[in-house]
C-alpha cells in the first residue's frame, strides 16, 4: 500500500486568493488523483494528475480553476485559484500503482480548506 | 453514467447488534468494487476490493459481499470503535465513482 501525506492539513484564506495543496507519496504511483468533499458529502474526482502532461479534468472542473502539476511519479500539486467560500471543502489526493488488474487507490488525509 | 447508491445514510446500532450496509450500482464495464472507511477529518481508509459477482471477503467484524447489481458490507456484533462513515466506490477505467456513503453510530 502507499502512504500518502498532504500540506497544508487545514488553511484559512480570504476570497480572491489562491492555495496550493501538495501531495507526497512514499512510493512511486501510477495514478495520482485529486477530489473534493464538501460538506457532508461523498467525494468527487476532480482531475487526474498526468505526469509530464496537462492533468484530464471532470465535469464541471476546469484547469484556470484548479490548475493541477505533477512533475515527478511521487508528487502532485493542486491550487485552488480565485477562491470563492463555495470552494470551502476537504481536498483529498488518492494514488495507485500497477498491482494488478484493478489498482486499489490510498487516499491521502485531506485539506480542510475554508474561505471567507 | 455511472451511479452509485448507499443505503441507509445513517445507521444506529447497538453495541453487539449485527447488521447490513447496502451499496447498489450501475456501471459499465466494471473493473471493482471498492469498500472504504472514513472517519471524521480524515481521509478514506481502504477495506476490500471485490472483483467478479459471487466474490466474498472478510477482516475482523467485516464481510463483504458482491453481486451483479448491489454489494453487501455486514458487520457482525459490532463495536464502538467500528462507527464511521463506510463508503463504496466502483471502478470503471481509471477513475472511481463514489455513493453518498453510511454513517454508522455503534452506541455502547
Known amino acids: 500500500s502507499a502512504v500518502i501525506s498532504q500540506k497544508p492539513s487545514r488553511d484559512i484564506c480570504q476570497r480572491g486568493t489562491s492555495l496550493t495543496i501538495q501531495c507526497q507519496v512514499d512510493s512511486q504511483v501510477t495514478m495520482m488523483f485529486w477530489y473534493r468533499q464538501q460538506p457532508g458529502q461523498s467525494l468527487t474526482l476532480i482531475a487526474t494528475a498526468n505526469q509530464g502532461s496537462e492533468a484530464t479534468y471532470e465535469s464541471g472542473f476546469v484547469i484556470d480553476k484548479f490548475p493541477i502539476s505533477r512533475p515527478n511519479l511521487t508528487f502532485s500539486t493542486l491550487t485552488v485559484s480565485n477562491m470563492s467560500p463555495e470552494d470551502s471543502s476537504i481536498y483529498l489526493c488518492?494514488?495507485?500503482?500497477?498491482?494488478?488488474?484493478?489498482?486499489?487507490?490510498?487516499f491521502g488525509p485531506g485539506t480542510r480548506l475554508t474561505v471567507l | 453514467e455511472d451511479q452509485v447508491t448507499q443505503s441507509p445514510e445513517a445507521l444506529r446500532l447497538q453495541e453487539g447488534e449485527s447488521s447490513s450496509l447496502n451499496c447498489s450500482y450501475t456501471v459499465s464495464g466494471l473493473r471493482g468494487l471498492f469498500w472504504y472507511r472514513q472517519d471524521p477529518g480524515k481521509g478514506p481508509e481502504f477495506l476490500f476490493t471485490?472483483?467478479?459477482a459471487g466474490e466474498e471477503k472478510e477482516k475482523e467484524r467485516l464481510k463483504a459481499t458482491l453481486t451483479k447489481k448491489e454489494s453487501f458490507l455486514h458487520i457482525t456484533a459490532p463495536k464502538p470503535e467500528d462507527s464511521a462513515t463506510y463508503l463504496c466506490?466502483?471502478?470503471?477505467?481509471?477513475?472511481?465513482?463514489f455513493g453518498g456513503g453510511t454513517r454508522l453510530m455503534v452506541k455502547p
Open positions: 466506490a466502483v471502478q470503471a477505467g481509471n477513475m472511481l465513482t
Open positions: 488518492s494514488g495507485s500503482g500497477t498491482s494488478g488488474p484493478t489498482d486499489t487507490q490510498y
Open positions: 471485490l472483483y467478479s
